[in-house]
């Protein structure tokens, strides 16, 4: 075998193994998302007057930003790092007039600072509510921070991937928390919690 066979081959090789990896990796956000049982029950209410900032860097609540129907709350990792979190926030953005329509505020919850939601949020042909919570305070009073980043990791604070439909009290009335990060919710299943909610 001559040089730039081999150097072709080996070539080969490499590209097989990262579109395996990436396959892999991939892979399961083409499912739908698989829920665990972690975190403040459906029922249960949830701080809706715990401070946040919004993307503006101005405080607010959930109480404050809540529709008349009240709000569907999409916790994600990062709108900074996270490739899935932006394609799902993204995605969400399109539903965001149906779900004002149904009297519910779409807003989406993480640690990032103000300024990385701005910067996200000046992409999206639809902005919305982006609220910060860099201190993971809410995040954890609905016991729904990620433990499998220590503290000496850049990922410490974020959530679980999850979707929360609120009442305007703050009481949840439907409820998902993916089991595997890389599976997000699509929009005809977030607009299908609305529905089982008021079931």
Request: charged share 20%.
């Amino acid at each position: 075998m001559t040089m730039m066979r081999k150097a072709i081959w080996g070539s080969g090789i490499v590209l097989l193994a990262f579109a395996g990896l990436a396959a892999w990796h991939l892979w399961p956000a083409f499912s739908p998302p698989e829920h665990i049982e972690v975190g403040t029950s459906v029922g249960d209410q949830v701080p809706i007057r715990q401070e946040l900032k919004n993307a503006q860097g101005e405080t607010v609540t959930l109480e404050s930003i809540s529709g008349a129907s009240g709000t569907v709350l999409v916790m994600v990792r990062s709108a900074d790092w996270c490739p899935f979190c932006k394609i799902q926030l993204a995605d969400h953005a399109d539903i965001g007039e149906e779900l004002a329509g149904k009297g519910y505020t779409l807003a989406s919850l993480s640690y990032d600072e103000p300024e990385k939601l701005a910067e996200f949020s000046e992409g999206l042909e639809r902005p919305f509510v982006m609220l910060s919570d860099t201190e993971s305070a809410f995040i954890d009073a609905v016991g729904l921070r990620d433990p499998q980043y220590g503290e000496d990791h850049f990922a410490h604070g974020v959530p679980r991937a999850s979707v929360l439909v609120l009442a305007p009290d703050g009481t949840i009335r439907n409820k998902l928390v993916s089991a595997d990060y890389r599976q997000r919710p699509s929009n005809d299943f977030v607009l299908g919690m609305i529905v089982e909610s008021i079931q």
